[in-house]
C-alpha cells in the first residue's frame, strides 16, 4: 500500500513539476505598428489604448504578460524586421499588428512558424482565411457593405473612389466594385496614389472628370485631409466617406467636417456605453494629456479580450489553447458591444459616424 502511495505521489510530483517549468514565467506579447512618421499618431492611440487597460488590471495575470512594442513606420520590410527578432526572443503570441500590406509582408514567415496573431489594425479579407490568426475587428468587406446599404437607401449612385495603390488599397477598392456589381452599378471613376506619399494630383484629376456625388476614401487620414481640401476647391459638394483606417480624430484636426462620414468598427468612445467610459477614464488615469480615439478604444477592447483569455489559459500553456480561449469569449464580455466569433473576427458590426459639435454622432 505505501509502494502504491508513494509511486503516485511521485507521479503527482512529476506532473506538477512538468507543468510548473511549462509554464512561461513570463508571457510575452510583441506588436510592430507605426509610431513615427505618417501614421505615428495611429499606432501611439493603439498603443496607449492597450496600456490604458492593463493600468487598470489587478490581477494575477498582469504580472506574468509583458507587451513590447516596436516602431515599424508603416512599412512592409521594417514590420518584417520586427517580427523576425520577435521571433527569436520568444514572443508568444503577436498583436495589434498595424497595416494591410505589412501584415501581409510577414504571413510566409508567420505560416512557416506556425505564429499566433490577434487582433491585426486591418479590414484585409484574407486575414479571415488564416489559422494563425484571429482578428478582433469587422473587415473592410463589412464596412464596404454598409457603406453601400446606405447610400443606395439615400438614393446615391454616382460614387468614385480613391485609394492607396497597395494591398490596402486593392482590398477597398476589389470589395466596392463587387459589391456595386452586385446592385448593378460601377464607379464613376477611380483615383490612386502611393502608400506614404502626398502625390495625388492625378487622382484629383481623374475622380473630378466624372463629377460624382461620393467619393469614398480608402487612404489615410493625412492624404484624406489633403485630398478633401484640394476637391472642394473643384466640387463643394461632394459627399466623402472615410474606412476605418482614416483617423477620424486625426482628420477632424487637419479640416472642417461638413459633408464626411466616417466609418468605423467599434462604437464612440465618448458615447455612454461602459466600457467606452472606462476607456477614457483609464486612459486619463494613464496619462491626462492623451486624447481617447477609435483606435484607442478599439485597442483597449481587443486587450479586454485577450487578457480574459490569458486568465483562463491553463495547461498546456500553448499559443493554441489561447485561441481555443479567445474563440470561445462571451458574448457578454463587454456591455452593449455584441461578441460572436464569425469569419474569423469577433466584432462583426461596423458604424456610420458624422460629426457634430464637436462630437461624433451614428448615423441610424
Do not use: W
Request: without cysteine; positive net charge.
Amino acid at each position: 500500500m505505501k509502494k502504491v502511495f508513494f509511486i503516485s505521489f511521485s507521479i503527482l510530483i512529476i506532473i506538477f513539476t512538468y507543468i510548473h517549468f511549462l509554464s512561461p514565467k513570463k508571457y510575452i506579447i510583441s506588436s510592430s505598428l507605426p509610431l513615427n512618421d505618417i501614421m505615428g499618431k495611429m499606432g501611439k492611440s493603439i498603443k496607449y489604448g492597450t496600456l490604458a487597460y492593463l493600468k487598470k488590471l489587478n490581477t494575477p495575470i498582469k504580472r506574468k504578460i509583458k507587451f513590447i512594442f516596436k516602431d515599424d513606420k508603416y512599412e512592409p520590410n521594417l514590420m518584417k524586421k520586427n517580427i523576425i527578432n520577435f521571433y527569436k526572443n520568444n514572443s508568444f503570441l503577436l498583436y495589434g499588428l498595424t497595416g494591410t500590406p505589412t501584415v501581409k509582408e510577414i504571413l510566409p514567415f508567420v505560416n512557416e512558424h506556425s505564429i499566433f496573431v490577434f487582433a491585426p489594425f486591418t479590414g484585409a479579407e484574407f486575414l479571415r482565411k488564416n489559422k494563425n490568426i484571429i482578428n478582433f475587428r469587422a473587415s473592410y468587406k463589412d464596412e464596404i457593405k454598409n457603406i453601400i446599404n446606405y447610400l443606395l437607401k439615400k438614393n446615391f449612385t454616382k460614387i468614385s473612389l480613391l485609394y492607396q495603390n497597395d494591398d490596402y488599397g486593392n482590398e477597398i477598392y476589389l470589395h466596392t466594385y463587387k459589391i456595386l456589381k452586385e446592385n448593378n452599378l460601377s464607379l464613376s471613376s477611380i483615383g490612386t496614389y502611393k502608400r506614404n506619399t502626398f502625390l495625388i494630383n492625378s487622382a484629383i484629376n481623374s475622380i473630378s472628370s466624372t463629377k460624382p456625388k461620393i467619393i469614398i476614401l480608402g487612404s489615410t487620414a493625412e492624404i484624406s485631409a489633403l485630398f478633401i481640401k484640394n476637391y472642394r476647391k473643384i466640387d463643394k459638394n461632394v459627399l466623402f466617406i472615410t474606412m476605418s483606417f482614416v483617423n477620424p480624430d486625426k482628420l477632424i484636426s487637419l479640416i472642417k467636417t461638413n459633408n464626411i462620414i466616417f466609418s468605423e468598427v467599434v462604437p464612440y468612445y465618448k458615447s455612454n456605453i461602459l466600457e467606452a467610459k472606462n476607456y477614457v477614464n483609464n486612459l486619463k488615469k494613464l496619462n491626462p494629456t492623451l486624447k481617447p480615439s477609435f483606435y484607442g478604444f478599439e485597442s483597449y477592447l481587443a486587450t479586454k479580450i485577450l487578457i480574459n483569455a490569458f486568465n483562463h489559459l491553463t495547461f498546456p500553456y500553448t499559443p493554441d489553447h489561447l485561441k481555443k480561449i479567445i474563440k470561445k469569449t462571451p458574448k457578454n464580455l463587454f456591455k452593449n458591444i455584441p461578441i460572436k466569433y464569425n469569419n474569423n473576427q469577433l466584432l462583426n458590426k461596423t458604424y456610420l459616424y458624422k460629426y457634430e459639435k464637436n462630437q461624433f454622432k451614428e448615423i441610424k
